[in-house]
């Protein structure tokens, strides 16, 4: 691939206080490469933007735009829930790619997002040997959840890991100055659908014996309702409150779900929900204590003004190195972060194979949970310390974070056809 191509850039599922700078470093990288890289085209709504040609020229993007783009939450160019199917089950949506790919010269093609995301980018790498479309993919990784295999750490997890922290010994602060007369027990649930990294960070809040949250919650141990209902009367009794953060995947001994709301998401996810009232009601019908209870949900994974400046650091990285080893020749590989030490924090970037990442997850190790299952151990905080490391706020006007207004404007179609989905 000697010759300038386009690029294609796009983000995928749910996003982050911190995804806008992965795309800012891809862009940017992109620019200092005009050898290899031509046009960055972002996809409106992720994939669906190739599959409906709707793109988004970047070079419309100015260098103090991108530097807005790096301290604005949510996806800029608008994400999306579409898994590829394989190719044997649905040939014309990857030949509806390389026909929309090959209109606008696409050559490079950037995935920003989680493990189902990486199975598509995965695809999209076999263009070549299985279509005859030559083409380098790379993912740039994202998830809150901090649940991809092979890479140290997750973009998006150090600032959802901050505000869960923060927010939790916040609130712990409220409940113990009104407990005496008043409310003597609140949940926060997190997300967090299969590994409890969420509900993990919370444990940093509590610095010292009786600091909340006095319990937390992981998918990866079975709830027991007695046992719960003991060790929160236990630390009523003692401490006088109790704070909790609850996992929204936590799950029964027969392993199904605590709280599933029904149906499923595009990816084949069962929805999740109501973990924080049930919870709630089971604590008034069994010990009759007072309560509150809120669900963090869009809030925490939009909290752009609570980011973690390490999380910021690494995420604007990731997008940057996956332009550079793709104009180095790699493809079908996803970026990592390789931890090099934990105090002082020392990182760097890698790459893994997707084979290895694709629809795979990685659970929290028991050895970061403690023996009774209800907190994290000394292991955990030396791994999750660093990555809420440092603020990164986004400049203020008017008393409120002052974010980058994108109007994104699509490019005219060049293929000819509208795509209507199989």
Known sequence: MAEQRNAFYAQSGGVTAVINASAAGVIEAAREHPEAIGTVYAGANGILGALHEELIDTSTLSADDLQALKRTPAGAFGSC?????????????????????KAFDIGYFFYNGGGD???????ISQLGERMGYPIRAVHVPKTMDNDLPET?????????????????????????????SSTKVFILEVMGRHA???AAAGGLAAREADDGPQILLFPEVAFDPERFLAKVRETVERVGWCTIVASEGITNPDGSLFAEAGGTDAFGHKQLGGVAPRLADMIKAEL???????????????????????????SYAVGRAAVEKAVAGRSGIMVTIDRESDSPYRWSIGEASLEAVAN??????????SEDGF????????????????????????????????????????????????
């Not at 995301?117 to 695809?123: L, M, Q, R």
């Not at 809120?294 to 999380?311: C, E, F, G, N």
Request: hydrophobic share 40%.
């Open 196 to 198: 409890g990294w969420t």
């Open 117 to 123: 995301s990486a199975d598509t980018c995965d695809k």
């Open 288 to 314: 009759g204590y007072k309560h509150h209870h809120a669900v963090a949900d869009y809030l925490m994974r939009a909290a752009r003004h609570i980011a973690s400046a390490t999380d910021l650091e690494q």
């Open 360 to 369: 795979n997850e990685r659970m929290m190790p028991r050895e970061f949970i």
């Open 375 to 422: 907190h994290i151990t000394e292991a955990a905080r030396r791994y999750l310390q660093p990555l809420i490391a440092g603020e990164a706020y986004p400049a203020y006007r008017d008393g409120l974070p002052d974010y980058f207004r994108f109007k994104p404007q699509l490019v005219a179609p060049r293929t000819g056809r509208r795509y209507e989905a199989a």
């Open 152 to 180: 140290d750490c997750c973009p998006g997890f150090g600032s959802v890991a901050k505000y869960t922290a923060v927010s939790i010994a916040e609130a712990s602060l409220d409940i113990a100055s009104m407990a005496r």
């Open 81 to 101: 829930r579409h898994k590829l199917k394989g190719f044997d089950r649905n040939l014309a949506e990857y030949e509806r790619l390389i026909e929309v790919f």
